[in-house]
Each structure stands twice: as C-alpha cells, then as structure tokens.
C-alpha cells in the first residue's frame, strides 16, 4: 500500500508500479493484476461487499474509486465506476 497527498499522476504512479510489479511478477499470477486507487481506504472493496454496500448512496463509493491500473494491459482508468476512459500508461 502506497499513500499520495495530493494530486496522483503518471509519474507517482509509474514510480509505485516498477517495485510492485517486481514482487508480482514472482506469484502465480505473474502479470496479470490489477491496482485500484480509491480516495479513503474506507471505500477499498468490491461494489458488492457487505461493508460497501452502505457507500452506494449517492455514489459516494463510486466518486471515491479514483482509478483502476490494469498491468495486462497497462490502463488506466480514472474514475471507473463512473464510466471512465482508459488509457495508455507505461510503467517500463
């Protein structure tokens, strides 16, 4: 887990993927893994779980689910839960 005060970009975000693909790359699952970024870890879960269920109204969960980096594929999606456009992000 990783921590921004601020603004996130390309950048701080590359910086925090190089070390964790690292360590994935030793798993099962090698590299295929997903980040998600959300604004408080209060909101950190899936849209189903019993705990973030509360959060659905008036989309607080959604609003607070900043980003979702795909390592397959090297996206980034901000503000998936709200329809967000990937794009292209290399983190070599």
């Not at 099962?28 to 909101?43: E, F, P, R, T």
């Not at 839960?81 to 794009?87: C, D, K, Y």
Request: proline share 3%; glycine share 10%.
């Amino acid at each position: 887990m990783f921590l921004v005060d601020g603004e996130l970009d390309a950048e701080i975000l590359q910086g925090q993927m190089q070390p964790l693909g690292s360590c994935f790359e030793r798993a099962g699952w090698g590299k295929d893994w997903a980040l998600s970024v959300y604004a408080d870890s209060k909101y950190a879960g899936y849209k189903d779980e019993a705990h973030i269920i509360a959060y659905h109204e008036n989309d607080a969960w959604a609003k607070a689910y900043l980003m979702e980096y795909g390592n397959g594929t090297h996206s980034l999606t901000r503000m998936p839960a709200l329809g967000g456009a990937p794009s292209q992000l290399s983190v070599k």
